[in-house]
């Protein structure tokens, strides 16, 4: 535990001291101040202020050591998550092993973490041992966790997030990269395998389950001139 002034704060601080830009850049990589909230004081923040941003203002943060960083998505990457979520919606429709959360679900992975995937499968055994509350943060930890990189989205704040997912106990995580149509697949935090073009991502913990790389990144617009030339 630290002490001493913190944006005007003194007393003992149950983080590491921030008071500077400098000092957050230190601690989370070059993420715009854009996304770190400064109400409640980066370091002071709790799961209460998650939920409230969340329920009263519509606005998704994520919880790493007291600070709140906003989650980061444009459009296309909406887009591509909700992909993969209608992929495993339907295989989960057909095979009834867990549920997918899209990229509002909030998780408490440890104490003073909560994270949100863009897109996550929860198992049936983990469900009957977490807490799935109706309201607030479900004290749970995904399976797969799902992320579509964004442009805002930090070299550091995906590798941290990568160990935040295995220490808890994720057991694969999958990266989507629009950029380059890639999907990177973790089985653990430092073996993964690159998928693209025509290759389908698998995995034993969906047992049956294939999913073609190419078309979750297909853009909206490529879709409908598709369609179009169907219907001619």
């Not at 400064?38 to 203002?57: H, K, N």
Request: proline share 6%; net charge negative.
């Amino acid at each position: 535990m630290s002490t001493g002034t913190f944006f005007g704060f003194a007393g003992p601080l149950p983080f590491p001291v921030i008071q500077t830009p400098e000092d957050l850049a230190r601690r989370f990589g070059k993420i715009s101040l854009d996304r770190i909230l400064f109400s409640p004081r980066p370091g002071t923040a709790t799961e209460e202020d998650v939920v409230r941003l969340q329920e009263s203002e519509k606005r998704l943060c994520e919880l790493i050591d007291g600070t709140l960083i906003e989650k980061t998505m444009g459009t296309y990457e909406s887009f591509v998550a909700g992909n993969l979520l209608v992929e495993l919606g339907a295989y989960l429709k057909a095979n009834k092993i867990g549920i997918v959360l899209p990229a509002d679900g909030l998780l408490r992975l440890r104490p003073a973490v909560v994270r949100i995937p863009d897109v996550c499968f929860i198992s049936r055994e983990r469900l009957r041992q977490g807490k799935f509350p109706r309201q607030g943060i479900a004290v749970l930890v995904p399976d797969i966790a799902a992320e579509v990189i964004s442009r805002g989205n930090t070299q550091r704040e995906m590798e941290e997030k990568l160990d935040d997912y295995f220490g808890c106990g994720v057991r694969e995580a999958w990266y989507l990269y629009p950029e380059t149509k890639e999907l990177h697949r973790y089985t653990a935090r430092e073996q993964v395998v690159v998928l693209s073009g025509t290759q389908l991502i698998t995995t034993e913990i969906l047992p049956g389950f294939q999913c073609g790389i190419a078309p979750l990144f297909v853009h909206p617009s490529e879709q409908l001139l598709d369609e179009d030339h169907e219907a001619v």
